[in-house]
């Protein structure tokens, strides 16, 4: 869901929901997307300075898959980059492969995170896992968990119990 909410509206939500829940600002990682960036990105600039001046973590998703220039990658205070699935679901494509590589590169060069998307097969994830990409998110992991659900299966982890995902 896309909606317009004002600078200084969702810094002032971010700023009394981490009073409110007593969250580490650093605990918590905001995500924008490349093309929602691009759309204003003056404006997400100062957002986004404005979010990282709170300490809160960001994420710039979908990357790759807009038209941003390096010099906004550069000026944008981001601290992971998140491979868009496209690119992993085709990362059996030479292209691809290499896209993939470049954005690795790249974030390890600027030193910022790395999250691949839409990792679904283990042969997507044996891929990443031999560029050493850091974290991977998608279906051979875990489908989507209500939050209920992810309370109970972090409980279970505490105590010990395997971490199963169907």
Known sequence: MEFTV???DLVRQVTDTLRETGLEPHSLRLEITESAAMADAERARGLL????????????????TGFSSLS?????????????RSF????DELDCREIIRTILNLA????L???????????QVA???SLECPSGQGYFFSRPVPADE?????????????LLVA
């Open 6 to 8: 004002s600078k200084s």
């Open 49 to 64: 300075v404005d979010l990282k001046a709170l300490g809160v973590r960001l994420s710039l998703d979908d990357f790759g």
């Open 72 to 84: 906004y990658l550069q000026r944008f205070p981001v601290d992971t980059l998140k491979i868009d």
């Open 88 to 91: 992993v679901a085709r990362s």
């Open 108 to 111: 390890r060069t600027l030193g």
């Open 113 to 123: 995170d790395v999250v691949a998307e839409g990792a679904e097969t283990h042969g």
């Open 127 to 129: 891929f990443l896992e």
């Open 150 to 162: 992810v309370h109970r299966l972090l409980d279970g982890l505490a105590a010990g119990d395997p």
